[in-house]
């Protein structure tokens, strides 16, 4: 059974004309609707006070476990509205999954499927005019999450967790996206280790990510782009992206999974590839041989996939031992079908013959 959420509406919601102000240029992450979600979970009770109520600031003991151990997880996931007025979720049950998966990772306890999923919509429906109009590129960005709130200073999984949702009006996540980023190969540091986070979306590995992203910046470079495997010179992730590479010979390449995300727009590429003329592999790929692809032109396009990010061409690499552009240095052709396909499903303009979109 479906499980209900009680809804209590603020009674301070924004005046619509500044909510219509903010949703002209609402930028990425800057701005939050007026509810939010909350459930409350112990070992005895289990899942319990299932609410959307006013989006208010949270009160924690400074002993709760999540701000001395980081024990936390998190999601993100978009609703779009199409061109008739309604408003869609992308393949919410993968990022259920997903975090289910990072809940047993962190030891936090499981949230079902069908939960997550109704804890999303219902927020959505709680702050429908908050999910942008049809015709431009924006949507609503929702953000669960779960935390750790048992004050007690032992290492162990806490007693006391809350599961949250919030809500945030979305543009572009990068300014310049859609022509492209270089991104800063970094060798002095890790996104993950065999048999670390890497694959759980938690929010310490995102902390991690502040000293390499600032060496990036500092390259000129708008991302890190990471190197993992057991001698630290396989590609990985881009922190918030996972990454694709186009081959002369007509492959779309991307790092298996183990330590990377398992992207929820990663996933939809590979399943979209054939319909481009592309034969998706997963496989490990040395940054040797994306050097050597990069230089004699095996490697036609690269491209970065996320859920806030869609999909960013990538136009050039640095890292201490070289520095490359791909192709011609513009967005490839590949690229902009995939970006233009997933975003035309996403909208209702492409025919959702993967049943990926969900009504709320
Ligand atoms: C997403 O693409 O949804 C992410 O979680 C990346 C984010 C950290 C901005």
């Known amino acids: 059974m479906t499980v209900q959420f009680q809804v209590r509406p603020t009674d301070r919601p924004t005046p619509p004309q500044t909510r219509e102000e903010i949703l002209t240029d609402p930028g990425f992450g800057r701005y939050f609707t007026d509810h939010m979600v909350t459930v409350a979970w112990t070992p005895d009770a289990g899942w319990h006070d299932h609410q959307v109520t006013a989006l208010a600031p949270i009160t924690l003991h400074p002993g709760a476990a999540v701000l001395h151990y980081a024990q936390e997880i998190l999601e993100g996931l978009k609703a779009f509205r199409h061109a008739d007025g309604s408003v869609w979720l992308f393949r919410p049950t993968l990022n259920a999954r997903r975090f289910a998966a990072s809940s047993r990772r962190l030891v936090l306890p499981e949230l079902d499927e069908e939960t997550f999923v109704e804890s999303v919509a219902a927020l959505v429906r709680a702050d429908e005019a908050w999910v942008p109009g049809y ?56 996104r993950a280790a065999i048999g670390g986070t890497g694959s759980a979306k938690c929010g310490g590995n995102y902390a991690a990510s502040l000293d390499p992203q600032r060496e990036a910046l500092e390259h000129g470079c708008e991302q890190v782009l ?48 054939a319909t481009h ?51 011609d240095g513009e967005p490839g052709t590949y690229t902009r079908q995939f970006r233009e396909h997933l975003l035309d499903i996403q909208y209702g303009r492409a025919e959702d013959t993967h049943g990926w979109m969900h009504r709320v």
């Open 135 to 190: 015709g431009g590129e924006q949507s609503l960005y929702l953000r669960p999450f779960m935390y750790a709130t048992e004050a007690f200073l032992g290492v162990r999984p806490a007693r006391q967790v809350t599961y949250s949702v919030i809500a945030c009006p979305a543009g572009a996540y990068f300014p310049g996206g859609v022509t492209g980023v270089t991104l800063w190969i970094s060798t002095r540091y890790s």
């Open 226 to 273: 990471y190197l993992g495997g057991e001698q630290r010179r396989d590609i990985d992730e881009s922190g918030t992206m996972n990454v694709f590479f186009v081959t002369a010979d007509q492959e779309l390449l991307t790092p298996s999974l183990g330590t990377i995300l398992d992207g929820v727009t990663r996933d939809s590429v590979l399943t979209l590839a």
């Open 277 to 327: 003329g592309l034969k998706p592999v997963e496989r490990s790929i040395s940054l040797d041989e994306l050097r050597a692809g990069l230089a004699d032109g095996t490697v036609t396009e690269a491209f970065a996939a996320g859920t806030a990010a869609v999909i960013t061409p990538i136009v050039g690499f640095k890292s201490e031992e070289f520095t490359a552009s791909v192709g």
